[in-house]
């Protein structure tokens, strides 16, 4: 089967679609990063800089400067209705794009997981977490993993790899079907690290449920506990750091895992043709509006206050238990 996307290749002008779309992601994309950043400011106001709020800081930034690079240049095709390609003679258009979008996505996960790792170091390691990690691990961490991705992702430009338009005319990204054996090296590899760094965060986050529960057996055991418990860290407050982490992290997969499969899916069965689909590009470029939306219901006073109902509510309960099963005691006793 021919690959459908083989005829929006070398094309010069926008194919079809409509600039509504990509006008409505972007407007709400800004939107929501710039309201997760004004949160992001008020928090760091009210309470010293946490590493976590740090990588969280860099991950939002990371999907702002996700949006404002590759979404004008949807919406300046379609307004010229020229293609990527032919908005300039060099490719360079199209390489920029490409790049911004394999770049991004490996250093939106790269950062997913460092958030992910600073919780299970907090949770399941305190004592070396507070003896050996520092905010300025974070800045040099996300340094690392920005030079990580910048260096790979511009292997194609080299000849490893390779980066094509794909219709309307208004995307480019690697190339999901190669013929040559030096590109389907790069996009195993390139699915293989998102791939890994999901499996990672996921067993990272799923440790740090494991410890959670632990120290909430620990609470009911010891109630004196609690107290030294507070003086470190709130379990609410670190719960509040999962919940976020997690729905994150959920929504990263959802929208990256269709472009991973595809990837594999292409690359090990290149001897067949394959549908070079837009989906999937479209389900990695909606992550770096989800993200900052993902924050700012969860961050809103909103959750607190059910969240500490349910906790009021629980407390309550056990309260009633505890009379309960005193009161014939009691009656005894008089």
Request: glycine share 6%; charged share 15%.
């Amino acid at each position: 089967m021919a690959s459908s996307n083989s005829s929006c290749r070398e094309r010069t002008d926008v194919s079809g679609g409509s600039p509504s779309t990509s006008a409505v992601m972007f407007s709400v994309g800004v939107l929501g990063n710039v309201i997760a950043l004004i949160l992001l400011e008020i928090q760091r106001r009210k309470h010293p800089r946490s590493l976590f709020h740090v990588l969280v800081t860099s991950l939002v930034l990371t999907d702002l400067l996700g949006t404002f690079s590759v979404s004008p240049l949807v919406l300046t095709s379609y307004l010229t209705n020229a293609s990527l390609l032919g908005m300039n003679e060099n490719r360079l258009v199209c390489g920029h794009f490409a790049f911004a979008m394999t770049f991004l996505s490996m250093v939106t996960l790269g950062i997913l997981l460092l958030m992910a790792v600073e919780r299970w170091l907090s949770i399941g390691h305190p004592f070396c977490y507070e003896k050996t990690v520092r905010k300025g691990c974070g800045y040099g961490a996300v340094a690392l993993v920005y030079l990580c991705g910048a260096l790979f992702c511009a292997a194609p430009f080299l000849g490893f790899g390779k980066f094509v338009q794909y219709c309307p005319g208004t995307w480019c990204f690697i190339d999901m079907d190669p013929s040559e054996s030096q590109h389907r090296a790069f996009n195993l590899i390139y699915a293989s690290c998102l791939l890994s760094m999901i499996v990672c965060t996921v067993l990272c986050n799923a440790s740090v449920i494991y410890h959670l529960s632990l120290m909430h057996r620990r609470l009911k055991a010891q109630r004196s506990s609690v107290r030294r418990l507070r003086g470190h860290r709130s379990i609410s407050e670190e719960e509040e750091h999962l919940l976020l982490l997690g729905f994150m992290t959920i929504a990263f997969v959802i929208c990256s895992l269709p472009l991973v499969i595809q990837i594999y899916r292409n690359t090990l069965n290149h001897q067949e043709r394959h549908t070079n689909s837009v989906i999937p590009l479209l389900s990695l470029s909606a992550n770096p509006i989800i993200d900052p939306w993902v924050f700012i219901i969860l961050r809103s006073p909103v959750p607190r206050l059910i969240w500490e109902k349910i906790c009021k509510s629980t407390k309550s309960n056990e309260k009633k238990q505890r009379v309960q099963s005193f009161h014939p005691v009691l009656l005894r006793t008089d």
